[in-house]
């Protein structure tokens, strides 16, 4: 025998390996959401608020905006509405179904979805507002 003893060592019990479940109160991580582009052609259109769980997040030439909404093909983005003003920047979201839904089954579920929104100038101190005078 070669009389090498087995140094193999066992993690402790309570050094997790896997992820912790996901606590439904806790905030949402960035980068979980799902970005969409409209589409522009929806139907039964209605309008989505912005979600105020993560605040719309400045990037280059645009605005990234949060919001949470069904999932596909029973929601669909159909398009987003800006009006920029000198101190706030008005976003209005409208969300409808696929038009080639039919007859699909839409789970009850709510999913994080982001849009990029274009902007003229870029947001720089100015507030994001969920609103577009209509």
Same mark, same amino acid.
């Given at each position: ?27 949402? %991580? ?16 209605? &309008? ?8 719309? %997040? ?7 905006? &949060? ?5 596909? $093909? ?8 800006? %009006? %920029? ?13 696929? $038009? ?17 929104? $274009?902007?003229?100038? $870029?947001?720089?101190? &100015? ?8």
């Amino acid at each position: 025998g070669s009389g090498a003893s087995d140094t193999t060592t066992t993690p402790a019990p309570d050094s997790a390996v896997s992820s912790p479940p996901l606590d439904p109160g806790a905030p949402v %991580e960035p980068g979980t959401a799902e970005r969409v582009e409209p589409t522009a052609n929806a139907v039964d259109v209605y &309008r989505l608020a912005i979600t105020t769980d993560m605040p719309p %997040e400045a990037t280059d030439g645009g605005v990234l905006v &949060r919001f949470y909404a069904g999932v596909a $093909p029973c929601f669909v983005l159909d398009r987003y509405e800006v %009006e %920029e003003m000198f101190d706030a920047v008005n976003i209005a979201l409208f969300g409808g179904a696929d $038009p080639d839904a039919g007859d699909a089954p839409c789970p009850e579920i709510a999913k994080l979805y982001e849009v990029f929104v $274009p902007l003229a100038e $870029p947001l720089g101190d &100015r507030i994001v507002q969920d609103q577009v005078a209509l």
